[in-house]
Nanobody, 123 residues
Framework: EVQVVESGGGLVQAGGSLRLSCAVS????????IGWFRQAPGKEREGVSC????????DYADSVKGRFTISSDRAKNTVYLQMNNLKPEDTAVYYC????????????????WGQGTQVTVSS
């Protein structure tokens, strides 16, 4: 059974940090790219960061470059999103998604999606 499960969200003050985790099962990160997306109330979902299968590539939205870092632990089949210097505009539900491809992207047609984890940044 394929599962994509996010965790690590919460409430943090501006300037603080959070680390999101995306644990996957039913497939391996050797074959799948993982993307992090977010959706704020009243806004469209947007790509935040992604990592290719076998870590062949990473990418970041301009709005998070220098603040967010994506990484993976393939032995644990888990991808992390370290978020530093958080801003109120980072407040959103963060989703993890998996696509069977080598190079990651921010296209919306990922194969599997998690349920999301709420990140709230207070000013």
């Amino acid at each position: 059974e394929v599962q994509v499960v996010e965790s690590g969200g919460g409430l943090v003050q501006a300037g603080g940090s959070l680390r999101l985790s995306c644990a996957v099962s039913g497939f391996t990160l050797d074959d799948y790219a993982i993307g992090w997306f977010r959706q704020a109330p009243g806004k469209e979902r947007e790509g935040v960061s992604c990592i290719g299968s076998r870590d062949v590539s990473t990418d970041y939205a301009d709005s998070v470059k220098g603040r967010f870092t994506i990484s993976s632990d393939r032995a644990k089949n888990t991808v992390y999103l370290q978020m530093n210097n958080l801003k109120p505009e980072d407040t959103a539900v963060y989703y993890c998604a998996a696509e069977r491809t080598a190079f990651c992207n921010f296209n919306p047609w990922y194969d599997y999606w998690g349920q999301g984890t709420q990140v709230t940044v207070s000013s």
